[in-house]
């Protein structure tokens, strides 16, 4: 160790690090629970049934904006959809090179199916959590993101 330089922080005590390890341990969780439960749905695929439903017409490039997924993983997610019968896809009257993606009976079905699961899984992640702590997270995060933007 050189003189009079810092030690190197440890990945446990940096914010980001354990920011991303709380996501990424969340996604696991619930992307478990969809399977004890019988969905055979990932957490991606209910996301973007859902940014569709929510944003009718919304292109597959502000798909993975809404996301955060770059167009190839986009663009195959959407094609399991399609051949799960959650999507369909049609030319778009406008422009041929583009298609429309509508959200199927099934689709908006396993959506409202899932969504209570989603509800039970963030109650669970967030127990013992007080709003006031939630509401500074928020806060502090959506500050991050300004600061980044």
């Known amino acids: 160790m ?3 330089q810092p030690l190197m922080e440890k990945l446990k005590d940096i914010t980001f690090y354990t920011m991303d390890k709380a996501i990424r341990t969340y996604r696991i969780f619930a992307q478990k629970r969809l399977r004890e ?3 055979k749905i990932t957490i991606d695929q209910w996301l973007i049934i859902k940014s569709i439903m929510e944003n009718p017409g919304i292109s597959q490039q502000e798909i993975g904006e809404k996301v955060f997924k770059d167009n190839a993983s986009v663009t195959r997610i959407i094609e399991l959809l399609v051949k799960s019968e959650y999507l369909e896809r049609e030319v778009n009257p406008d422009d041929r090179r583009k298609s429309n993606l509508n959200v ?3 689709g908006k079905s396993i959506v409202k199916k899932v969504h209570s699961l989603v509800l039970e899984n963030r109650k669970t992640a967030l127990a013992g959590i007080l709003p006031e702590e939630l509401e500074i997270m ?3 995060l959506k500050r991050i993101i300004s600061n980044c933007n």
């Open 2 to 4: 050189i003189q009079n």
């Open 37 to 39: 439960n019988g969905y």
């Open 104 to 106: 199927t009976d099934e």
């Open 138 to 140: 928020n806060k502090t």
